[in-house]
């Protein structure tokens, strides 16, 4: 329904951005002579020249590879945040290319020269959308709304479409108001304007251009009925099926052999999200990989000569859209310890089972070090590698606590489960089980990957203070 620009619009972003590159590209050959001073600079004494094949070559591979990203896509990337992070990330794919192909072809390029022409071309990129938002976005608030949208049905659905419209106002999208046939909720809401039968006339003395239609499921004869009386009027009618709250996290309209179908277990990342969710986490993990190995190795030496027993636990854990997959920690308790659990475990005044305990005689002298520490998680990046968790997101929960779990709760397994998570840095284990869930919904609803940022700096504070760990 929303899109940011036109057509052609993005085929002139595309032209433009190319063009940006490529100047860019020259404009670092003018630069490097003033960095002959800094210390990762070689001295350059004569006149710089790039091989011309570079400049077209270079353009062609930033282009293509953010309209891989989606970035010229009008229906994506609505929020300026979503647009920065794709350009950032285009930015990072691009480089790698440029420097393979550099590395397989034009090796006497400086390293500095490339270095500047890359940073360069990701802020003349973002520059320009940052000015072409804020001209937009002042353009159109003292213009009248180019979509004025009418909705039929005030119920969950409706409130969501109201939500989305506000928040993309600046787009250029109006909400005239609802239709619903209850009057309890034309007396509670003054943005009713009436009945579902006033629908034509609603439409032709307000403008609309789109119609929603969002009643529930057991309205849905009254849906043929207004699509039928909407069919000679030039607006766009737009249908959103009551199932979302049977939903995972999201429902998504998915194409399958020519037919449309409903996904309930959509996931709640885009594929840019996932992807640079995915790079982030590799990125990261192969970083702390030689560290992690050195204190693993110590680790697991101390673990063998304080107990009996090996030193990795390996357990079945609940991840992504409940899938079961075998998480590896440094182990922490004695040999047997799942058989003692009933020992441990609490029930809470509203049944949940509390699983933790601060004195739980099952914990090695050694264990309660390496969890306050938080450096029994350590084996986790295996897992991080292998695709089954990522650095950051609510936590592999244990299979039988899963069961017990009430339909909402289940969202929190719409994301790829993590090493650490919003509740590690809120509460740890200070909090009972029964909240975490409302921690993890927060992280889900509010993703993006300065957020995974974010938490990682958090939780070394976290880690620090051992507060809330045992």
């Not at 990330?89 to 034009?106: C, Q």
């Not at 284990?429 to 975490?436: C, E, R, Y």
Request: hydrophobic residues 50%; proline residues 6%; contains cysteine.
């Amino acid at each position: 329904m929303v899109r940011r620009f036109s057509t052609d619009f993005a085929l002139i972003a595309m032209l433009l951005d190319g063009l940006l590159v490529a100047g860019c590209l020259a404009l670092s050959v003018l630069v490097r002579p003033w960095l002959n001073p800094l210390p990762i600079a070689r001295t350059i004494l004569g006149p710089i020249e790039i091989p011309g094949p570079m400049y077209p070559i270079s353009s062609v591979v930033w282009v293509a590879t953010l309209a891989m990203l989606s970035i010229y896509d009008p229906r994506r990337y609505l929020r300026w945040r979503e647009e920065l992070g794709g350009i950032v990330l285009g930015a990072v794919i691009s480089a790698m290319l440029l420097a393979g192909l550099l590395y397989l072809s034009f090796r006497d390029v400086s390293r500095v020269l490339f270095l500047v022409f890359v940073a360069l071309s990701g802020s003349a990129l973002v520059a320009w959308r940052t000015v072409f938002r804020l001209a937009r976005g002042r353009r159109l608030s003292g213009l009248p709304s180019a979509r004025r949208i009418l909705v039929a049905g005030r119920g969950i659905v409706g409130e969501e479409v109201l939500g989305e419209v506000q928040e993309h106002r600046r787009l250029g999208i109006e909400l005239v108001g609802f239709l619903d046939d209850d009057a309890n909720k034309a007396e509670l809401h003054t943005d009713v304007l009436g009945p579902l039968d006033q629908m034509r006339s609603v439409v032709a003395t307000h403008g609309v251009t789109d119609v929603v239609l969002a009643l529930p499921r057991r309205a849905y004869e009254r849906v043929n009925q207004l699509v039928v009386e909407l069919h000679d009027l030039p607006v766009k009618v737009w249908l959103i099926p009551d199932y979302f709250s049977l939903a995972l996290h999201r429902a998504r309209v998915e194409d399958f052999a020519g037919l449309p179908m409903l996904d309930l277990r959509a996931p709640a990342l885009s594929d840019y999200q996932r992807m640079s969710k995915r790079v982030f986490d590799v990125v990261v993990t192969l970083l702390l990989g030689p560290l992690a190995a050195l204190i693993g190795s110590i680790i697991a030496i101390v673990i063998r000569l304080d107990s009996p027993g090996p030193a990795l636990f390996r357990q079945k854990r609940v991840g992504e859209n409940g899938r079961l997959f075998e998480m590896v920690k440094f182990r922490t308790m004695v040999v047997g310890a799942e058989a003692m659990r009933h020992a441990v475990e609490q029930t809470g005044a509203n049944g949940e089972i509390l699983h933790k305990a601060y004195d739980d005689p099952r914990v090695t002298r050694v264990g309660r070090f390496l969890r306050r520490t938080s450096l029994d998680e350590l084996p986790q990046l295996l897992n991080v590698l292998r695709g089954e968790m990522s650095l950051v997101g609510p936590r592999p929960e244990l299979p039988y606590l899963v069961e017990r779990y009430a339909p909402w709760q289940r969202k929190r397994f719409a994301v790829p489960q993590g090493l650490t998570g919003w509740w590690q840095v809120q509460g740890r284990a200070d909090k009972p089980m029964h909240l975490h869930t409302e921690d993890d919904l927060y992280y889900v609803q509010n993703y993006s990957l300065w957020l995974d940022v974010r938490i990682l700096f958090m939780t070394l504070g976290a880690v620090f203070s051992r507060k809330g760990a045992y």
